[in-house]
């Protein structure tokens, strides 16, 4: 499998990186629950967890990036809804990918972005 570093969804175009520290993934609200994040242009997902939680973030945040982008999805889960319908809907997804051998493992590990966060004081 190669982990991909753009991908195009709904006609925007989101850079993925892929990081080795958690505190990367969130940076603008320091938080470290999060292994993955989306915003306007781009994807962080916590690279040094298993493969398969790698590929199931990603897809989470593909998801995401899709429901922001589409009106309708929005809309249809303002309930509240939208983390844990999110969570199920990429862990299926990711278990569909396997079960079909569309993904297989061992893969290559996802290319590690370097960047460089700036310390809190």
Do not use: Q, W
Not at 83 to 90: G, S, W, Y
Not at 102 to 115: D, K, M, S
């Amino acid at each position: 499998m190669k982990f991909p570093i753009e991908i195009r969804i709904r006609g925007y175009d989101y850079h993925i990186e892929y990081v080795e520290s958690r505190r990367e993934v969130d940076v603008d609200f320091e938080s470290d629950i999060f292994i993955g994040t989306v915003n306007d242009n781009t994807i962080r997902i916590f690279a040094t967890k298993p493969l398969l939680t790698i590929v199931d973030t990603l897809i989470h945040e593909i998801l995401h990036a899709i429901f922001t982008r589409n009106k309708m999805l929005k809309t249809a889960l303002r309930s509240g809804m939208e983390e844990p319908f999110i969570t199920t809907l990429a862990d299926e997804i990711a278990l569909i990918l396997l079960n079909n051998k569309l993904v297989e493992f061992p893969a290559e590990g996802p290319p590690i972005t370097t960047r460089i966060v700036p310390e809190s004081d």
